[in-house]
């Protein structure tokens, strides 16, 4: 059974080079894509992921919210907010609202796989 990710972020180009990038691992499979942190909430409950790959910075709802609300409504999806923003009190925040790792977008891609292997608890 496949390991199903939905991919957040309100950059097509970014959507696309992390669907790239998680297709290529075996198990794991994108079930959907979403531009903003209200869509986000709805494909979460409609898709049932077991893992969101969540931006911070996005239109109609920001990614810490959409994370805590997600977190509130589907306790066991697990949430890694992949953002530009490399910053103490935001990666704080995003903990806070529910998050279980926090990755800078200017990583390798091999540090964004090790991170989502080992909260789905891969690695």
């Not at 496949?2 to 972020?9: A, E, G, K, W, Y």
């Not at 309100?10 to 979403?34: F, K, M, N, P, T």
């Not at 909430?41 to 109609?60: F, G, R, T």
């Not at 997600?70 to 990666?91: A, G, Q, W």
């Amino acid at each position: 059974m496949s390991t199903r990710i939905l991919i957040v972020d309100d950059h097509e180009i970014v959507r696309s080079g992390l669907r790239r990038l998680v297709e290529r691992q075996s198990g794991w499979e994108v079930c959907g894509e979403a531009v903003n942190g209200k869509e986000a909430i709805d494909k979460a409950l409609a898709l049932n992921p077991d893992l969101v790959l969540m931006d911070i910075s996005m239109p109609v709802m920001n990614g810490i919210e959409a994370t805590r609300q997600i977190r509130r409504l589907s306790p066991v999806t697990k949430i890694v907010i992949v953002s530009l923003r490399d910053d103490e009190s935001i990666t704080a925040e995003a903990k806070n609202a529910g998050a279980d790792a926090y990755v800078v977008k200017a990583c390798a891609s091999e540090i964004l796989l090790e991170t989502i292997a080992a909260v789905l608890g891969e690695g």
